[in-house]
């Protein structure tokens, strides 16, 4: 069973988590920015930390720190971490990396796999969907890169020693939800060449049954 954490702030932008879930068969789907209260970390074969509208540098969500420590604990216990948009920029910052606000940007990129025998990355298209406005300039402790872009050279990361693996693009971002944020454009590329939810199956073949 995967657990998925949504750590979307606002309610009425709550809609990435739950394509998490229902791209993730084996889930249990809990809103982490309202409810910390989920089953223990041993019940789960692995966790995923969702995007959020929120930044890691802000103030005013004491449960920032709640999850950091929940990625450490992860780490420190060898259980599959995979941590997207939001949580990319969290969990580098958990290990002691550092996010900065950038531009926003809703559309396709096209990012270079650093790393060609990473398993989470396995298979999945070079077109991506990004929903962001903030980026991780210097990855935590342990993370190495496994993809890059032209804008940003810690696009993806994973752990050297932990089963941990952060992506700044959103694997469950795909047509059925593409008319919810208001600003996105296809711009140079299409839904046809993107197959990024491959990243939500390959996580879970990494996690133990």
């Known amino acids: 069973m995967i657990l998925v954490l949504d750590d979307e702030v606002r309610p009425e932008y709550r809609y990435l988590g739950p394509e998490i879930e229902r791209l993730t068969p084996e889930s249990d789907y809990h809103v982490y ?21 929120a930044s890691v540098y802000e103030e005013g969500y004491p449960w920032f720190e709640t999850q950091m420590d929940l990625v ?52 999945v298209e070079p077109i991506v969907p990004v929903l962001h406005s903030d980026l ?10 496994i993809a890059e872009t032209e804008y940003n050279e810690y696009f993806c990361t994973r752990h050297a020693e932990a089963p941990i693996w952060t992506v700044q693009f959103h694997p469950e971002f795909t047509e059925r939800v593409r008319d919810e944020p208001s600003d996105w454009s296809d711009g140079e590329h299409s839904f046809d060449e993107c197959n990024a939810t491959a990243v939500l199956e390959n996580f879970e073949a990494c996690c133990p049954q």
């Open 136 to 145: 991780v300039i210097e990855p935590g402790s342990g993370m190495e890169v």
């Open 33 to 53: 920015a309202e409810d910390r209260d989920h089953p223990p970390l041993e019940e789960y074969d692995g966790v995923v930390i969702s995007g959020s509208t």
């Open 72 to 123: 450490r604990t992860c780490r420190d216990r060898g259980l599959p971490l995979l941590g997207v948009c939001f949580g990319h920029q969290l969990i580098n910052a958990a290990l002691g990396g550092e996010v900065v606000e950038d531009r926003r940007r809703s559309t396709f990129v096209e990012m270079t796999t650093v790393e060609s025998s990473d398993p989470v990355l396995e298979g």
